[in-house]
């Protein structure tokens, strides 16, 4: 799939202010060979890890690969903390023995805490992913999949956000 209309330009090195100071960005870079090399040396010093995948639009699949799964967990987060907190677990003790057990990832320890405080006050804060763009995102990887004869477990959820017709303006915010 050419993803090159998909995709912004240039290398994707996900992350936020604080790791990219700390050099442990994972970066995944795609062009050609003569256009990593230039960029490389400062890549280098915000990542971790850097990989130059090939051609334009291979970074762009890798990033939706890394994301596949992210987009099932937190939504797996949700309805798991919705049925405890639905069954009269108070949301902190709820949050708190997620992030503390097997469910929970790495990045959960940072994210949950977030969900916790809009279940007790109501204020969503400070988001780094809308709705309406994991949406986009799922779209694009079940694209990508049927390309390659995979199936997408994505397909209901899609179906249903079209058929919903969420906007920017009232799309729920996803921590």
Not at 79 to 102: C, F, H, K, M, Q
Not at 145 to 157: D, F, K, R, T
């Amino acid at each position: 799939m050419d993803y090159s209309r998909n995709a912004k330009a240039g290398p994707h090195i996900g992350g936020t202010i604080g790791p990219a100071k700390a050099g442990l960005l994972l970066g995944l870079a795609a062009g050609t060979d003569v256009a990593f090399a230039a960029a490389e040396p400062v890549m280098r010093d915000l990542t971790r890890r850097l990989e130059h995948l090939g051609p334009v639009g291979r970074g762009a699949a890798m990033k939706l690969a890394i994301n596949l799964p992210l987009m099932v967990y937190w939504g797996a987060v949700g309805e798991a903390i919705a049925l405890a907190v639905g069954n009269g677990v108070d949301p902190a003790l709820a949050t708190d023995i997620l992030v503390d057990s097997s469910g929970a990832i790495g990045a959960a320890k940072k994210r949950v805490p977030p969900i916790h405080d809009f279940l007790t006050t109501g204020n969503p804060g400070a988001t780094s992913l809308n709705l309406q763009n994991g949406i986009k995102d799922m779209k694009l990887m079940e694209a990508a999949l049927s390309l390659v004869g995979a199936v997408s477990v994505h397909g209901v959820a899609i179906a249903f956000s079209d058929y919903v017709g969420y906007s920017e303006e009232k799309a729920p915010r996803v921590y």
